[in-house]
């Protein structure tokens, strides 16, 4: 899944939050995450939900390899014809790096419309559309971004983070302004075990949460608008593979993204 940020995943801050800052947090001097797991060519069908389980819509995870470039894909269409996309490109010499990132979501199921491009450069164009009024805004300018700046691959840089120890990374949230957080990831061998057929597998719990410092911090904090943890899980045997997340997709609830398969 690609998740991560998903970008969008962390965007839950409110445009009531002081506008005038673009960093929340400084770079972390890290260059990235060691790749301990490279990527590779991957069709994967998924299934998303409420938090309690109620069926939203159904999904692709498409990663394709294009010579020193990954690039990956997930999808969901719903029901009422919303759609939400999130691309991103990658390289993963050593340690993995974003390319650029693109974020599509448009629809009744959604509080705005949004187009989001996001290039390593930091140069970023955001479109965004509100349901309520129809009003239309623009955005655009240039973040400086950390070499850390992982939207769209939280779920490919969280396998990557060996279990009991944690890792900070960055996400830009669209909110519809871009602001870049923190997003600190730790990882426990979970008591929960994964069951396939009659085999159970050791599961992995990583715990996402966004970090936001200064006084956009502090605002956010008052006001109760930093955004939820967020879950991701793991199986561990062998080979790490993705199970399960839960957090917001946008500026919205939790949902849940699980695996599933064609009928």
């Excluded at 396939?196 to 719990?205: C, F, I, M, N, P």
């Excluded at 991701?232 to 839960?246: G, I, K, L, S, Y």
């Amino acid at each position: 899944m690609k998740w991560s940020s998903l970008g969008a995943l962390f965007a839950l801050l409110s445009t009531a939050l002081p506008s005038t800052a673009q960093r929340d947090l400084s770079p972390d001097p890290a260059a990235g995450v060691a790749v301990l797991h490279p990527e590779g060519t991957v069709h994967g069908f998924l299934h998303l939900s409420t938090a309690d389980g109620r069926h939203l819509a159904d999904g692709d995870l498409l990663q394709v390899v294009r010579g020193p470039i990954i690039d990956s894909r997930m999808v969901f269409d719903f029901p009422d014809s919303s759609v939400f996309e999130e691309s991103v490109s990658f390289t993963q010499h050593d340690v993995f790096t974003m390319v650029q990132y693109h974020l599509v979501q448009r629809g009744p199921a959604f509080a705005m419309d949004l187009d989001v491009t996001l290039p390593q450069s930091g140069d970023y164009r955001v479109t965004a559309t509100a349901h309520s009024d129809g009003k239309r805004k623009e955005y655009a300018g240039k973040l400086d971004l950390p070499p850390d700046t992982y939207n769209g691959m939280i779920i490919n840089v969280a396998k990557n983070i060996p279990v009991g120890t944690s890792h900070t990374v960055h996400l830009v949230a669209f909110t519809p302004k871009p602001r870049l957080i923190g997003l600190e990831m730790h990882g426990v061998v979970s008591a929960d075990r994964t069951q396939l057929g009659r085999r159970t597998e050791r599961t992995a719990a990583y715990t996402l949460k966004p970090k936001i410092g200064g006084i956009t911090g502090v605002l956010a904090r008052l006001l109760g608008k930093i955004p939820p943890d967020s879950h991701a899980w793991f199986v561990t045997q062998d080979v790490p593979a993705f199970v399960r997340f839960e957090g917001p997709l946008y500026l919205g609830p939790v949902w849940r993204i699980d695996l599933t398969g064609p009928t």
